[in-house]
């Protein structure tokens, strides 16, 4: 079974930084074409808002305007692991972070979620 | 930002069928695939529909997806109290680059 488990969130002040890990199982990301990631972010009482995402080769990688020039998604295949690098962090990135097995566009969608991991920024 | 436009809300008595509706443009639902999530309270996200109108193995039948130009919609049959949840409908953007959300639903079971 496929599973995907984020962590690294926590207390930051404004202007700060986090990075937030994605360790998968049950999966080799090196092995498969289609396994990409995202990252989906839903603000205390909000909808949610897609983030980031990042090719199964690690070459393309996407941003929302939102984050664009202060986030930064990167994989590690040896580790089975994403990473979103925030920094010059506000307290509009206040949210739970989910992470996502994704195609990018493709047929299948984002089929395995994680739990989340909570970010808050506030001084 | 979301720039797929949902209702803010949907109920139906248990057994009655609910539509929702997901309008967006040219550069998203017209040009790409369409889902449908469902988030049940207090948990994370769960894809229902992938590829416009699949469903993902073991959703019932109950649920349905469909799209038309640059809309979608999104219908429960025979709705049922575990039902009650959010859903959210999304496709990509190729103008953004990136997927949109839409601004979710929330059904309710009378």
């Known amino acids: 079974e496929v599973q995907v488990l984020e962590s690294g969130g926590g207390l930051v002040q404004p202007g700060g930084s986090l990075r937030l890990s994605c360790a998968a199982s049950?999966?080799?990301?090196?092995?498969?074409?289609?396994?990409?990631m995202s990252w989906v972010r839903q603000a205390p009482g909000k909808g949610l808002e897609w983030v980031s995402g990042?090719?199964?080769?690690?070459?393309?990688?996407y941003y929302a305007d939102s984050v664009k020039g202060r986030f930064t998604i990167s994989r590690d295949d040896s580790k089975n692991t994403v990473y979103l690098q925030m920094n010059s962090l506000t307290d509009d990135d206040t949210a739970l972070y989910y992470c996502?097995?994704?195609?990018?566009?493709?047929?299948?969608?984002?089929?395995?979620w994680g739990q989340g991991t909570t970010v808050t920024v506030s001084s | 930002q979301s720039v797929l436009t949902q209702p803010p809300s949907a109920s139906g008595t248990p057994g009655q069928r609910v539509t929702i509706s997901c309008s967006g443009s040219g550069s998203n639902i017209a040009s790409s695939y369409v889902y449908w999530y469902q988030q049940l309270p207090g948990t994370a996200p769960k894809l229902l529909i992938f590829s416009n109108n699949q469903r993902r193995s073991g959703v019932p039948d109950r649920f349905s997806g469909s799209k038309s130009g640059t809309s979608a919609s999104l219908a429960i049959s025979g709705l049922r109290p575990e039902d009650e949840a959010d859903y959210y409908c999304a496709a990509w953007d190729g103008s953004l680059s990136g997927y949109v959300f839409g601004t979710g639903t929330k059904v309710t079971v009378l």
């Open positions: 990042i090719s199964g080769s690690g070459r393309r990688t």
């Open positions: 996502a097995k994704d195609s990018l566009g493709g047929p299948h969608g984002m089929d395995v």
């Open positions: 049950g999966l080799t990301f090196s092995t498969y074409g289609t396994d990409a």
